[in-house]
């Protein structure tokens, strides 16, 4: 059974960086795909970024691009989400999620979706303030 553990949230001026980890432990077989979801307070869940197996694919959600980026060690290390000149509405509640047996994206809409991923961390908050 694969387990992912976020960490590196914190709190943070706006213009701000904030760099979040997030590591697999578990039965990888050779890798996953990994993606980055937040939830702010009152909102729905929302798709931040992905990367593929060996992060030949990286999808970042319009409200981040430009400012996020997506990283990884090799096909079974950890997952990064970089993320540069933090907004006040950045701030949320970031999960990772992960999919061990669909480890390649089709495509940006296939990747965004939440119900692709079988395994999610238990979220590391991130707070800007203004």
Known sequence: ????????????QAGGSLTLSCAAHGRLFGGYAAAWFRQAPGKEREF???ISLAG???YVADSVLGRFNLSRDGTEGAVYLQMNSL???DTAVYYCAANVRRPL???YNEASRP????????????????
Request: hydrophobic letters at 35%; glycine letters at 18%.
């Open 87 to 89: 907004k006040p509405e």
């Open 115 to 130: 119900g692709r991923y079988d395994t999610w961390g238990q979220g590391t908050q991130v707070t800007v303030s203004s």
């Open 105 to 107: 994206f089709v495509s």
């Open 56 to 58: 030949a694919d990286i």
């Open 48 to 50: 931040v970024g992905a």
């Open 1 to 12: 059974q694969v387990r992912m553990v976020e960490s590196g949230g914190g709190l943070v």
